[in-house]
């Protein structure tokens, strides 16, 4: 038995009977990630003295009666949040040498439970990419076919996860960032409702849409995930202070009496004939276990690419004004004066998609152009908020593809910026509206690669979500199907 291959609550098991260490099962992690890492990449920042010791103290806690289920547990995390005295990147070259003087929010939360951190996945810099090949550091790999990208920006989690070099992990999501890379690598990926997990700690893109949020190898670790990260922060000013429900009671078996809304727009066209074929076999399973699927309607999905663009970029270009070389990040000490210092640390210290949406965003801020832009992009985020509010009244939740198209080859759109950023058609609308998605694996393209299915509700329903995918999970027996690594 390979203990770096197993779940969340099959190893929980396995610890709170003893029957296993911590520091077995994380250095059963370790040996994985020592095995495949070369190949795959999924990391920047490996932590290895670190996690042996947490998992010692891990093993102390199980000894003395710990049931937390997230106890001794290898995780990873996304690069983008910053762990105390652990060099925290977000994938940038001008953050190379951050080493943050706090944990996030998210980060004491696992700490106060015993579970072990292995390392910092690789990502997107700046959460800015939907392959994530704009990484200052690894290019991770899809495990499934390692010439294939494995999704954006939380590609090295999703990564990670897949290929068994952690039990569970860490993601953002601002435009699909952890729905997709899971849908990419086969995993599961939910971006909860914004507002429901502290952002405290989380280096910003754009602050109105970002979210954390767990990326698992089935649906109840992402409920046990999901559980451990969520509640009110006072620290963060968008935390919403709202009981938190026991998402693991919602895995029950059946879904008889729930209604699936399938947005007919999110079936039009460029959908790739396999993702079709592979949602549409998701509809017919959950519609045999007692599910109605309806049609709905979200007529201004064809905006949401369009006004993201806009929206994220001008936050970025706000939020990314305080890397200047001043007081922590990278600095060009070549500069002869002030000015040129700020301006030859940023040039030098981001990378091109990075300082494209900071020009967008700047230019859409500008005076002049703002109503043009921004307030006009509001606008059309404001009717897509009422489409999904319409289209939620009428069902439980909507069932739709997570990407057009199974994981594309390296290289292939990284010179066409456009075809990128419409691989997010998507999931783009669900962080418009701030509401809960998840993606679940729902069969494998011809080419062997992963396909997900795409489930999203109304705010703080992420409860419906959970027996929506759990019911799913059961009846496409996909879990526990690895990648070669060949």
């Known amino acids: ?28 992690v370790l040996a994985r990630i020592a095995a495949v890492e070369g190949r795959v990449q999924a990391y920047i920042t490996l932590d290895r003295e670190g996690a042996l010791a947490q998992a010692e103290a891990a093993d102390q806690r199980l000894a003395a009666g710990e049931t937390n289920p997230l106890c001794g547990i290898p995780l990873a995390i996304k690069d983008v949040l910053c ?17 943050p003087p706090y944990d996030a929010a998210v980060i004491e939360k696992f700490k106060a439970a015993g579970a072990v951190l292995v390392g910092k996945a690789s990502m997107d810099e700046f959460a800015m990419g939907s392959s994530n090949e704009n990484c200052a550091y690894t290019v991770p790999r899809n495990p499934w076919r390692l ?19 952690c039990i569970a992990a860490l993601g953002s999501d601002t435009g699909g960032s952890i729905r997709q890379p899971a849908s990419h690598c086969g995993v599961v990926g939910i971006k909860p409702t914004y507002g429901r997990v502290s952002r405290y700690g989380l280096l910003a893109y754009a602050s109105s849409l970002d979210q954390v949020g767990p990326l698992t190898k089935d649906v109840r670790d992402a409920a046990i995930m999901l559980q451990a990260i969520s509640g009110h922060d ?13 998402y693991t009671a919602a895995l029950v078996e059946g879904v008889a009496g729930m209604k699936i809304g399938i947005p ?14 592979a949602v549409r076999n998701a509809i017919r399973q959950l519609e045999a276990a007692g599910a109605e699927a309806v049609e709905v309607s979200l007529p201004h999905t064809e905006y ?12 970025a270009s706000s939020n990314l004004a305080r890397y200047d070389g001043v007081r922590f990040g990278y600095r060009d000490l070549a500069a002869d004066t002030l000015h040129d210092m700020f301006c030859q640390s940023r040039s030098q210290g981001f990378g ?49 593809p997570v990407a057009p198209t199974p994981a594309w080859r390296l290289g292939e759109k990284a010179s066409d910026p456009l075809a990128m950023y419409l691989s997010d058609a998507l999931t783009i609308p669900t962080n418009l509206a701030g509401l809960p998605g998840i993606s679940v694996p729902c069969g494998l393209s011809t080419a062997g690669l992963p396909i997900g299915v795409q489930l999203q509700a109304a705010p703080f329903a992420e409860e419906k979500l959970l027996r929506l995918a759990f019911n799913l999970e059961q009846r496409l027996d996909l879990v526990g199907k690895k990648p070669a690594l060949a």
Do not use: W
């Open 1 to 28: 038995m390979e203990l770096a291959s197993l779940t969340i609550h099959e190893l929980h098991a396995l610890l709170v009977r003893r029957e296993i260490t911590a520091r077995q099962l994380t250095e059963s």
């Open 83 to 99: 762990t105390k005295g652990l060099r925290t990147t977000c994938g940038s070259k001008i953050l190379e040498n951050f080493l």
């Open 147 to 165: 010439d294939a990208i494995c999704g954006g920006s939380s590609g090295g989690s999703a990564a990670a996860v897949a290929a068994d070099e």
């Open 234 to 246: 006072q620290r963060d000013s968008t935390s919403i202070n709202a009981p938190v429900p026991d």
């Open 264 to 277: 007919k727009e999110y079936f039009g066209a460029g959908l790739d004939p396999e993702v079709e074929a």
């Open 304 to 315: 949401g690419v369009a006004a993201y663009y806009i929206i994220a970029p001008a936050e």
């Open 352 to 400: 091109p998609e990075v300082k494209r949406r900071i020009i967008i965003g700047t230019y859409a801020l500008s005076s002049g152009y703002y109503d043009a832009y921004y307030k006009k992009a509001s606008q059309v985020r404001t009717l897509i908020v009422e489409d999904f509010t319409k289209a939620l009244a009428q069902c439980d939740a909507l069932l739709s």
